[in-house]
Nanobody, 124 residues
Framework: QVQLVESGGGLVQPGGSLRLSCVVS????????VGWIRQAPGKGREGISC????????VYADSVKGRFTISRDNAKNTVYLQMNDLKPEDTAVYYC?????????????????WGKGTLVNVSS
């Protein structure tokens, strides 16, 4: 059974940085896209970044482009999200997710395996 566990969230001041990790167990990341989705208080979910395996293609939402970087280490079955220049509007629960049925998918709506999330709070 696939399990995803996020870590690395916390309280950070505006302009600060955090690195989130998503460790996947029970399932190989080979040929799988992995995405990061966030949900801010009182708002809907927003897909913010995804990375494929076959060519390492990355996608970013406009809201985080230039500030966030997604990467992966298949040997560790782990995906990372480096977040720089954090803003109060980045405050949210951050989830990693993947589609276990379609290879290399970065379609957020098809991602059925999710972690429980990690809270990022950007505040002075």
């Amino acid at each position: 059974q696939v399990q995803l566990v996020e870590s690395g969230g916390g309280l950070v001041q505006p302009g600060g940085s955090l690195r989130l990790s998503c460790v996947v167990s029970g399932f190989t990341l080979d040929y799988r896209g992995v995405g990061w989705i966030r949900q801010a208080p009182g708002k809907g979910r927003e897909g913010i970044s995804c990375i494929t395996d076959s060519d390492g293609h990355t996608v970013y939402a406009d809201s985080v482009k230039g500030r966030f970087t997604i990467s992966r280490d298949n040997a560790k079955n782990t995906v990372y999200l480096q977040m720089n220049d954090l803003k109060p509007e980045d405050t949210a629960v951050y989830y990693c997710a993947l589609d276990s049925r379609r290879p290399d998918s970065c379609v957020y709506a098809g991602m059925e395996a999710w972690g429980k999330g990690t809270l990022v709070n950007v505040s002075s």
